[in-house]
C-alpha cells in the first residue's frame, strides 16, 4: 500500500511528535523537581519541629506522636520520611553539625587574623556542644540513649574540625603570626583537649541534669585554654 503523506506532512508529524515527546519529558522534570521540593520542605518542617521538641524535653521524652501533631501531618506520614525517632534525632544532630562547618568555613575565609579565627572557632564550638546538650538534656536516660548516636555521627565529623582548626594554624604560620611545627599534629592535640574540657563538663550527668553553673565554668574554662594556647604559639608576647 502507497502512502499517501506527502514530505511536508511527514516533517510535521515528526516534529509534532517530537514536540509531544519533549513537552511530556519537560512535564515529568517539573514534577519530578517539584516533588523533591516539597519533599524537602516537608523534612525541614518535620527536622525544626523535632529540634525545638528534643531541646525542650530531651530525646527519652520525646515521641513520634508528637513531633507528628507539631508538624499537622498523621504518624503514618511521618514514618514515610523517618522511620525512627532515632534517624530524626539523626538528622537533627547532622544539621547542626553542618551549620556549625558552614559558619566555620565564612570564618576562615574572613579577612581576620588567624588568632582571631581561632577564638571564634571555640566560641561557634562551645555553643555547638551547648545546642547538642540541650537536645538531649544529658540526665541519665538522655545520655544513655544518645551516646551511641553520637559516637557514630562524630566519627568523620571529629576529623573535618582537626582540617579546619589545621588551616587556621597553616595561615598563621605564613603571615608569621603563629610559630610552631606540625600543625596538624598540634590541631590534633587542641581537639583532644576539647574533648577533654567537654568530658569534664559532663561529669556525673548519668545521674544529674546539667545546670547553668556547670555550663558558665564550661564556657570559661574552654576560652581560658584557647587564650593560653594563643598566647603559646603567638610571635607576639
Same mark, same amino acid.
Given at each position: +500500500?502507497?502512502?499517501?503523506?506527502?514530505?511536508?506532512?511527514?516533517?510535521?508529524?515528526?516534529?509534532?511528535?517530537? @514536540?509531544?515527546?519533549?513537552?511530556?519529558?519537560?512535564?515529568?522534570?517539573?514534577?519530578?523537581?517539584?516533588?523533591?521540593?516539597?519533599?524537602? &520542605?516537608?523534612? *525541614?518542617?518535620?527536622?525544626?519541629?523535632?529540634?525545638?521538641?528534643?531541646?525542650?524535653?530531651?530525646?527519652?521524652?520525646?515521641? +513520634?506522636?508528637?513531633?507528628?501533631? &507539631?508538624?499537622? +501531618?498523621?504518624? $503514618?506520614?511521618?514514618?514515610?520520611?523517618?522511620?525512627?525517632?532515632?534517624?530524626?534525632?539523626?538528622?537533627?544532630?547532622?544539621?547542626?553539625?553542618? *551549620?556549625?562547618?558552614?559558619?566555620?568555613?565564612?570564618?576562615?575565609?574572613?579577612?581576620?587574623?588567624?588568632?582571631?579565627?581561632?577564638?571564634?572557632?571555640?566560641?561557634?564550638?562551645?555553643?555547638?556542644?551547648?545546642? #547538642?546538650?540541650?537536645?538531649?538534656?544529658?540526665?541519665?536516660?538522655?545520655?544513655?540513649?544518645?551516646?551511641?548516636?553520637?559516637?557514630?555521627?562524630?566519627? &568523620?565529623?571529629?576529623?573535618?574540625?582537626?582540617?579546619?582548626?589545621?588551616?587556621?594554624?597553616?595561615?598563621?604560620?605564613?603571615?608569621?603570626?603563629?610559630?610552631?611545627?606540625?600543625?596538624?599534629?598540634?590541631?590534633? +592535640?587542641? #581537639?583532644?583537649?576539647?574533648?577533654?574540657?567537654?568530658?569534664?563538663? @559532663?561529669?556525673?550527668? *548519668?545521674?544529674?541534669?546539667?545546670?547553668?553553673? &556547670?555550663? #558558665?565554668?564550661?564556657?570559661?574554662?574552654?576560652?581560658?585554654? $584557647? *587564650?593560653?594556647?594563643?598566647?603559646?604559639?603567638?610571635?607576639?608576647?
Amino acid at each position: +500500500m502507497v502512502s499517501l503523506e506527502n514530505e511536508g506532512d511527514k516533517k510535521a508529524r515528526i516534529y509534532s511528535e517530537l @514536540f509531544v515527546s519533549f513537552d511530556c519529558l519537560t512535564h515529568t522534570v517539573e514534577r519530578t523537581i517539584l516533588d523533591e521540593k516539597l519533599t524537602q &520542605d516537608k523534612e *525541614e518542617l518535620i527536622l525544626q519541629a523535632a529540634q525545638h521538641r528534643f531541646a525542650a524535653y530531651g530525646y527519652s521524652k520525646v515521641t +513520634m506522636d508528637e513531633i507528628a501533631e &507539631d508538624v499537622g +501531618m498523621a504518624k $503514618a506520614s511521618l514514618y514515610y520520611y523517618f522511620p525512627t525517632k532515632e534517624t530524626i534525632f539523626r538528622s537533627v544532630v547532622q544539621h547542626e553539625q553542618e *551549620e556549625f562547618l558552614s559558619h566555620i568555613q565564612k570564618v576562615i575565609v574572613d579577612k581576620r587574623s588567624a588568632g582571631q579565627k581561632f577564638l571564634e572557632y571555640i566560641r561557634l564550638r562551645i555553643k555547638l556542644t551547648e545546642q #547538642l546538650t540541650n537536645l538531649s538534656h544529658f540526665h541519665k536516660q538522655g545520655w544513655t540513649e544518645v551516646k551511641p548516636i553520637f559516637a557514630d555521627l562524630f566519627t &568523620d565529623f571529629i576529623q573535618q574540625e582537626i582540617r579546619q582548626i589545621t588551616h587556621i594554624l597553616h595561615e598563621g604560620i605564613k603571615s608569621n603570626e603563629f610559630r610552631l611545627e606540625h600543625p596538624q599534629k598540634i590541631a590534633a +592535640m587542641i #581537639l583532644h583537649i576539647l574533648q577533654g574540657l567537654h568530658l569534664r563538663f @559532663f561529669r556525673g550527668y *548519668e545521674h544529674q541534669a546539667i545546670n547553668d553553673s &556547670d555550663r #558558665l565554668t564550661y564556657e570559661y574554662d574552654t576560652l581560658l585554654f $584557647a *587564650e593560653t594556647i594563643l598566647h603559646g604559639i603567638s610571635r607576639k608576647q
